[in-house]
């Protein structure tokens, strides 16, 4: 494992590395618990369409395999609160990014200047935990990732196709796990720029299209910058 640019470390993955589930969700202490639900409470009261669903958090990353666990989003959201709230045991809840590239260039997005995480920054696009949609046991990365793209730019997979597993990216405080990926769309980018404000849940602010000689905004996220790296 590397560090890249801003310290955040850096996992090269196989195209196809298999995500398994290796163990149950662990019990808290009570005064965890009750730490948890103090944020949780906080973060309702701003957010009150939040919702605690099951995102899986990892153990091990390697390049060929991915293990962990399910887990709670509250559970995350207090560890992005008070990122030493686990100690040695943090949360490393994964999450899948695209590199989006278009007809025309590769697609990136503004996050919300409301977003809990990362307001305002620039990132690759589509991006969202990988959670149990369904109550699935199995972990499809292709699948959570084509769930992003029509939730979050109303692209539909008849118009866009997920391809490989790029790398892995962690935020060093909140120990969230980017899993970069590859995403070709079928549109150019103002059809789709177009979908997004018709049919998109506005997770970004802003759309922009980038080619080799374009001047990246700021700030990025340094998955986005990795990915970039990797493509050049």
Same mark, same amino acid.
């Given at each position: 494992?590397?560090?890249?640019?801003?310290?955040?470390?850096?996992?090269?993955?196989?195209?196809?590395?298999?995500?398994?589930?290796?163990?149950?969700?662990?019990?808290?202490?009570?005064?965890?618990?009750?730490?948890?639900?103090?944020?949780?409470?906080?973060?309702?009261?701003?957010?009150?369409?939040?919702?605690? &669903?099951?995102?899986?958090?990892?153990?091990?990353?390697?390049?060929?395999?991915?293990?962990?666990?399910?887990?709670?989003?509250?559970?995350?959201?207090?560890?992005?609160?008070?990122?030493?709230?686990?100690?040695?045991?943090?949360?490393?809840?994964?999450?899948?990014?695209?590199?989006?590239?278009?007809?025309? &260039?590769?697609?990136?997005?503004?996050?919300?200047?409301?977003?809990?995480?990362?307001?305002?920054?620039?990132?690759?696009?589509?991006? &969202?935990?990988?959670?149990?949609?369904? &109550?699935?046991?199995?972990?499809?990365?292709?699948?959570?990732?084509?769930?992003?793209?029509?939730?979050?730019?109303?692209?539909?997979?008849?118009?866009?196709?997920?391809?490989?597993?790029?790398?892995?990216?962690?935020?060093?405080?909140?120990?969230?796990?980017?899993?970069?990926?590859?995403?070709?769309?079928?549109?150019?980018? %103002?059809?789709?720029? %177009?979908?997004?404000?018709?049919?998109?849940?506005?997770?970004?602010?802003?759309?922009?299209?980038?080619?080799?000689?374009?001047?990246?905004?700021?700030?990025?996220?340094?998955?986005?910058?990795?990915?970039?790296?990797?493509?050049?």
């Amino acid at each position: 494992m590397t560090d890249f640019r801003s310290a955040w470390p850096v996992t090269p993955l196989a195209p196809q590395v298999a995500v398994r589930i290796a163990r149950p969700m662990p019990d808290l202490s009570p005064a965890i618990e009750s730490r948890v639900a103090s944020h949780w409470n906080a973060a309702l009261a701003k957010h009150p369409t939040l919702y605690n &669903g099951r995102v899986f958090c990892a153990d091990v990353i390697e390049a060929e395999i991915i293990s962990g666990h399910w887990s709670e989003y509250r559970r995350v959201l207090a560890q992005m609160r008070e990122p030493d709230l686990y100690g040695a045991d943090f949360l490393r809840p994964l999450a899948v990014v695209g590199l989006l590239r278009t007809t025309d &260039g590769i697609v990136i997005g503004q996050r919300s200047e409301t977003s809990i995480y990362l307001p305002g920054y620039w990132q690759g696009a589509p991006a &969202g935990n990988v959670e149990s949609r369904d &109550g699935e046991a199995q972990i499809d990365l292709a699948a959570q990732l084509m769930a992003e793209c029509l939730e979050e730019l109303g692209v539909s997979e008849m118009e866009c196709h997920i391809g490989g597993c790029l790398l892995a990216c962690e935020h060093p405080q909140t120990h969230i796990v980017d899993i970069g990926m590859d995403i070709i769309a079928t549109l150019d980018f %103002e059809s789709l720029k %177009e979908r997004c404000n018709r049919l998109g849940n506005a997770e970004y602010q802003r759309l922009m299209l980038i080619r080799p000689d374009t001047t990246l905004p700021t700030p990025l996220v340094p998955t986005l910058s990795a990915m970039l790296e990797r493509n050049r």
